[in-house]
């Protein structure tokens, strides 16, 4: 494949959790709502994996979507459900997920913290008195809770990246206390598993569950990324550096799966 030179930070984010994706085959994955977690999927569907085991936060379970998507044509439609196996309801597949049976949840963050917490409900004041509120949960409290692993969504930005968000919309480590989920009621060995932004990759580490910079992309350094973030996560010893999207992911996305821009359009350009 070709190394392409120019994408959007949305692209660079979809790009590598295909790759993701690829790596992990033979994983069922239950994606929170559309943007760049459904775009990320359907890029590794149409590229790498062709029989993904795609679970749509509705309740549809292994769908082959017609593409290209209608913006916001994502729920409880005919082309995102196209050759489904089983089109359910968001109850049946929770319950799906707490028998175990999910591998990875992939979700946007509004916010996120230290330990993975997931902030997608409001900004600035109280519940009741927010300076701006957001969708909220969704489906998305279901897939951090009960999903084995957990793959985030958010842009590189401090004020994505904070010490303490304004509320928990969707569990990651809470506390970061040994068995801080389980004593919540949350499935055991289950949790945040990778934060992917368009600079970098974070994971958690195995001890404190406190975030870890694990990769790089390669137009950035450490430094650039941690200027971005309120607070310091851990750093890994041996830092891997991304591969960039190619030229062929790219004709997919532009083409077939977003034509509209509605995800991969989010975020500045980037230029290697």
């Given at each position: 494949m070709t190394k392409a030179t120019t994408f959007t930070e949305a692209e660079a984010t979809i790009c590598v959790t295909a790759k993701m994706i690829q790596n992990e085959h033979d994983k069922s994955y239950w994606v929170g709502g559309g943007g760049t977690p459904l775009a990320s999927a359907l890029l590794a569907q149409k590229v790498y994996v062709?029989?993904?085991?795609?679970?749509?936060?509705?309740?549809?379970?292994a769908p082959q979507?017609?593409?290209?998507?209608?913006?916001?044509?994502?729920?409880?439609?005919?082309?995102?459900?196209?050759?489904a196996n089983?089109?359910?309801?968001?109850?049946?597949?929770?319950?799906?997920?707490?028998?175990?049976?999910?591998d990875y949840?992939?979700?946007?963050?509004?916010?996120?913290?230290?330990?993975?917490?997931?902030?997608?409900?409001?900004?600035?004041?109280?519940?009741?008195?927010?300076?701006?509120?957001?969708?909220g949960a969704g489906g998305a409290n279901e897939i951090a809770s009960m999903c084995w692993r957990t793959i985030l969504h958010c842009p590189q930005e401090?004020?994505?990246?904070?010490?303490?968000?304004?509320?928990?919309?969707?569990?990651?480590?809470l506390d970061g206390s040994p068995h801080a989920r389980q004593k919540a009621g949350l499935p055991r060995n289950t949790g945040p598993y990778?934060?992917?932004?368009?600079?970098?990759?974070?994971?958690?580490?195995?001890?404190?569950?406190?975030?870890?910079?694990?990769?790089?992309?390669?137009?950035?350094?450490?430094?650039?990324?941690?200027?971005?973030?309120?607070?310091?996560?851990?750093?890994?010893?041996?830092l891997e550096r991304l591969a960039c999207p190619t030229e062929e992911e790219l004709q997919v996305l532009r083409v077939n799966v977003d034509p509209y821009g509605t995800a991969i359009g989010e975020g500045k350009w980037i230029t290697v």
């Open positions: 062709p029989n993904l085991t795609l679970i749509l936060e509705d309740g549809v379970i979507p017609a593409i290209p998507l209608d913006p916001w044509m994502v729920f409880v439609a005919a082309k995102p459900n196209y050759r089983a089109w359910t309801n968001m109850n049946t597949v929770c319950s799906h997920a707490a028998l175990g049976l999910f949840g992939i979700l946007l963050s509004l916010q996120t913290d230290p330990y993975g917490n997931i902030n997608s409900s409001f900004l600035g004041g109280d519940f009741l008195h927010p300076e701006r509120r957001f969708g401090k004020r994505k990246f904070v010490k303490k968000i304004d509320f928990i919309t969707s569990p990651g480590y990778r934060v992917i932004t368009p600079e970098a990759v974070f994971g958690f580490d195995e001890k404190t569950h406190y975030m870890k910079l694990l990769a790089l992309a390669e137009w950035v350094e450490v430094n650039d990324v941690l200027e971005k973030m309120e607070f310091e996560p851990m750093i890994a010893t041996k």
